[in-house]
């Protein structure tokens, strides 16, 4: 017998489906609620609310697990690399030898991204956010492959779209840097694999020609993977929601990116360096900061720490970690922040105010550590994390349009003035 829930309301007994995933999750389906019931749910933030059922991701926030498409994120991050992990996030298996080299192929082939794209980033002020940068010119390529703006034209044309995406969203990222420090840009070279091509454009000027260090390709290959999905967070529910009103796969991640950029989510890896520095320059008193960020009267957050679903610790993080040590190891980089930030952390992980609100420093608690290491100026982490999460989003729009899914759209209670009499202008 298929299990239900039970709703008793004003004398009446509702039933309401159990819906079962793989990993033995349970959810109540509530979607006939208000036909039957005329009662809605009211959940701020979507803290208890499953918006879809997916095949992607699956995540233990409780136990620390994080599995793509079944993986586990320590084997890929060990074993895989970027663009394999976003085959399989995509596509939903690993790619045989074949079927990678064509897609690794196929994506060399779309590095370059058209002329006219240089006059709209030329437009920018330089010094502008690169994260804005990106998303604009993530939604103009709309007006260079008008056939994507109709993701219901074919399966041929959407994969097309999410070549061109996967492939050009190095050069334009990178682009975003040089327009921010005032430089030239510098083309895709597609003898390179897709993080050394990006670090290459990143960092070669014309009277020095950068050769990527394969100890940092190796560490950006890392950082993508950890990124690369994480189930409905805020800047994947935003890409399926703005996806589910068919709007194009470039419009969708464009809107993404927007929602990446704030400090509270992708943001933060800035932040976090941000916050480090600050408490460098003002003597290195961790536990000061300490105090501020438990003092509710204060807004100051500990950024890095906190997660909306890990309440154990993120297992991304852990990873992070030991890479930081690893890559500032074999760069010989000495970095102070490094130090400030496993103090702050010992501190953090010994306190009774972190400890009873589980919260445990985060994936962006480390990130930024290592793209400092890594060369990447800091305007640009959340650009990295961009970078890496894109297979993510474009799997979960994928999905939710395979899936026919209807469009998003949630309720609300309205808490406002009840019906009143317009008052002329005169008389108010
Ligand atoms: N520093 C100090 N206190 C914190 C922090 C923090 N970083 N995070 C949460 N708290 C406290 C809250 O004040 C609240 O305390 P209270 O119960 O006494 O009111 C309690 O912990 C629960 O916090 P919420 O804000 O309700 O938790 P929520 O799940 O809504 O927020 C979030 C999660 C946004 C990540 C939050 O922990 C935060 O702001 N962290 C700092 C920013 C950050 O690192 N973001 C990156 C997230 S990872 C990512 O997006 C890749």
Request: hydrophobic residues 40%; negative net charge.
């Given at each position: 017998?298929?299990?239900?829930?039970?709703?008793?309301?004003?004398?009446?007994?509702?039933?309401?489906?159990?819906?079962?995933?793989?990993?033995?999750?349970?959810?109540?389906?509530?979607?006939?609620?208000?036909?039957?019931?005329?009662?809605?749910?009211?959940?701020?933030?979507?803290?208890?609310?499953?918006?879809?059922?997916?095949?992607?991701?699956?995540?233990?926030?409780?136990?620390?697990?994080?599995?793509?498409?079944?993986?586990?994120?320590?084997?890929?991050?060990?074993?895989?690399?970027?663009?394999?992990?976003?085959?399989?996030?995509?596509?939903?298996?690993?790619?045989?030898?074949?079927?990678?080299?064509?897609?690794?192929?196929?994506?060399?082939?779309?590095?370059?991204?058209?002329?006219?794209?240089?006059?709209?980033?030329?437009?920018?002020?330089?010094?502008?956010?690169?994260?804005?940068?990106?998303?604009?010119?993530?939604?103009?390529?709309?007006?260079?492959?008008?056939?994507?703006?109709?993701?219901?034209?074919?399966?041929?044309?959407?994969?097309?779209?999410?070549?061109?995406?996967?492939?050009?969203?190095?050069?334009?990222?990178?682009?975003?840097?040089?327009?921010?420090?005032?430089?030239?840009?510098?083309?895709?070279?597609?003898?390179?694999?897709?993080?050394?091509?990006?670090?290459?454009?990143?960092?070669?000027?014309?009277?020095?020609?950068?050769?990527?260090?394969?100890?940092?390709?190796?560490?950006?290959?890392?950082?993508?993977?950890?990124?690369?999905?994480?189930?409905?967070?805020?800047?994947?529910?935003?890409v399926r929601v703005v996806g589910s009103s068919h709007a194009s796969l470039y419009s969708s991640v464009s809107a993404g990116i927007s929602a990446l950029w704030g400090p509270l989510h992708g943001g933060a890896n800035q932040a976090v360096?941000?916050?480090?520095?600050?408490?460098?320059?003002?003597?290195?008193?961790?536990?000061?900061?300490?105090?501020?960020?438990?003092?509710?009267?204060?807004?100051?957050?500990?950024?890095?720490?906190?997660?909306?679903?890990?309440?154990?610790?993120?297992?991304?993080?852990?990873?992070?970690?030991?890479?930081?040590?690893?890559?500032?190891?074999?760069?010989?980089?000495?970095?102070?922040?490094?130090?400030?930030?496993?103090?702050?952390?010992?501190?953090?992980?010994?306190d009774e105010y972190f400890i009873e609100r589980k919260l445990y420093p985060n994936v962006d608690f480390y990130s930024g550590i290592i793209y400092r290491a890594l060369g990447i100026p800091t305007q640009m982490f959340t650009v990295m994390?961009?970078?890496?999460?894109?297979?993510?989003?474009?799997?979960?729009?994928?999905?939710?349009?395979?899936?026919?899914?209807?469009?998003?759209?949630?309720?609300?209670?309205?808490?406002?003035?009840?019906?009143?009499?317009?008052?002329?202008?005169?008389?108010?």
């Amino acid at each position: 017998m298929s299990e239900k829930a039970e709703l008793h309301f004003n004398g009446n007994v509702y039933e309401l489906p159990i819906v079962t995933g793989t990993e033995n999750e349970k959810a109540i389906d509530i979607s006939k609620l208000r036909a039957q019931s005329g009662l809605i749910t009211l959940d701020y933030g979507f803290k208890n609310t499953g918006s879809t059922s997916s095949a992607i991701t699956f995540l233990d926030g409780e136990k620390g697990i994080l599995r793509y498409r079944g993986y586990s994120i320590e084997e890929l991050a060990e074993n895989s690399n970027f663009l394999e992990t976003s085959y399989l996030i995509i596509y939903g298996e690993l790619p045989t030898k074949q079927e990678f080299d064509q897609f690794v192929k196929d994506i060399t082939m779309h590095t370059m991204v058209h002329e006219e794209v240089k006059n709209i980033l030329d437009g920018f002020p330089s010094k502008a956010h690169p994260m804005g940068v990106l998303s604009s010119l993530i939604g103009a390529l709309t007006a260079f492959y008008p056939n994507a703006l109709d993701p219901n034209r074919s399966a041929d044309e959407v994969n097309i779209s999410i070549i061109r995406i996967l492939a050009k969203m190095p050069t334009i990222a990178a682009w975003t840097f040089k327009n921010e420090i005032g430089h030239p840009v510098n083309y895709p070279d597609n003898s390179l694999d897709y993080c050394s091509n990006f670090l290459k454009m990143m960092f070669s000027v014309p009277s020095d020609k950068y050769e990527p260090d394969p100890v940092i390709s190796n560490a950006l290959n890392k950082l993508l993977i950890l990124h690369a999905d994480h189930e409905q967070n805020c800047s994947t529910s935003t890409v399926r929601v703005v996806g589910s009103s068919h709007a194009s796969l470039y419009s969708s991640v464009s809107a993404g990116i927007s929602a990446l950029w704030g400090p509270l989510h992708g943001g933060a890896n800035q932040a976090v360096i941000e916050m480090l520095e600050a408490i460098k320059n003002d003597g290195g008193d961790t536990k000061k900061w300490m105090a501020k960020a438990k003092d509710k009267d204060d807004p100051f957050r500990l950024m890095g720490f906190g997660h909306r679903v890990y309440k154990n610790f993120d297992p991304r993080a852990k990873i992070i970690k030991k890479a930081a040590d690893d890559v500032l190891a074999k760069l010989g980089v000495n970095d102070p922040i490094l130090e400030i930030a496993k103090g702050l952390e010992e501190v953090a992980l010994n306190d009774e105010y972190f400890i009873e609100r589980k919260l445990y420093p985060n994936v962006d608690f480390y990130s930024g550590i290592i793209y400092r290491a890594l060369g990447i100026p800091t305007q640009m982490f959340t650009v990295m994390f961009a970078m890496g999460r894109l297979p993510g989003w474009i799997a979960q729009w994928k999905e939710m349009r395979e899936n026919n899914e209807p469009i998003g759209r949630p309720r609300q209670v309205y808490v406002g003035e009840n019906h009143r009499a317009f008052v002329d202008i005169k008389n108010r």
